[in-house]
């Protein structure tokens, strides 16, 4: 199994630099751009990393958007695959997924003191709770022998705060020597040089990947019976190449009906065959 923890396409907030939080800032065009790239990329390597088993998101529009792109893209490639068998998939929309509250902070630029804002330990709490209720299953089923779980992919669409909340407490419970090795590394690796409460950075659709297995050392010991490895940080490659549209139209809110320079590039969808 693979498990994706990724960051939201850029938003209108994230462009005049200013404290979203738990705002529902929408996406601005090239944002939507970023999440289709992403989706793209994604179903393209479904070969590799397998299809998209299950996805959670947080329950804000930027997070929901984003994650929807990669739904409707792996619905696409079921179909034209004719893979009928595999299950529908459903994008789970959960608050505690939701960004750092920034409270009185919220709405302002970035700088501005935050003495009243939610404390990393209030985030933390939040991660535990989504592990325990949803990511804790799917990833234990994998030492308990689920082996058609093993060529899929987990995908948790969230923000760059709360994301390395999660990040932390699923090393704490799975994998305590990665922490240990993400804290240790280099800042060209997408670690936080300085930030000892941050473990990674997060770029709009920035994606951290880590392979999940069975611990096979963890019999009659304390340890994991799940080993989880961190194998990419911040990784962009589905971003290659891509322009911010111009005339201010990428830096702005998404509009459905304005045609973007990828637009006409897109290709025809491919109409389902029926017998």
């Not at 392979?211 to 490659?237: F, Q």
Request: glycine content about 6%; some cysteine; charged content about 25%.
């Amino acid at each position: 199994m693979r498990l994706f923890l990724v960051r939201h396409g850029e938003t209108v907030d994230n462009v005049a630099g200013l404290y979203a939080g738990i705002r529902d800032s929408p996406l601005t065009t090239h944002g939507v751009l970023q999440a289709r790239r992403l989706a793209s990329h994604f179903a393209s390597r479904s070969s590799s990393i397998g299809p998209v088993s299950h996805i959670f998101s947080s329950d804000l529009q930027r997070a929901v958007n984003t994650a929807q792109a990669i739904v409707d893209a792996q619905v696409e490639k079921a179909t034209e695959k004719e893979d009928l068998d595999r299950p529908e998939l459903q994008l789970v929309q959960v608050v505690e997924l939701r960004e750092r509250d920034f409270r009185s902070a919220e709405g302002k630029r970035f700088g501005t003191p935050h003495p009243d804002a939610e404390t990393h330990d209030e985030m933390r709490a939040r991660a535990t709770d989504f592990i325990q209720a949803h990511l804790g299953p799917l990833l234990d089923s994998i030492s308990n022998g689920d082996n058609c779980k093993t060529n899929t992919s987990v995908v948790v669409v969230a923000h760059g705060l709360i994301l390395n909340s999660l990040l932390r407490s699923l090393l704490a419970r799975y994998a305590p020597e990665e922490m240990t090795r993400l804290a240790n590394a280099k800042p060209s690796s997408g670690s936080v040089a300085g930030r000892s409460e941050f473990l990674a950075a997060w770029s709009n659709t920035g994606y951290l990947q880590m392979n999940v297995d069975a611990n096979p050392s963890s019999k009659g010991t304390e340890k994991s019976a799940v080993r989880l490895t961190v194998v990419r940080v911040n990784a962009l490659d589905h971003l290659q190449g891509l322009k911010r549209t111009r005339g201010g139209i990428g830096s702005a809110k998404f509009d459905s009906k304005q045609k973007t320079m990828d637009s006409f590039f897109k290709p025809a969808a491919k109409k389902r065959r029926v017998d």
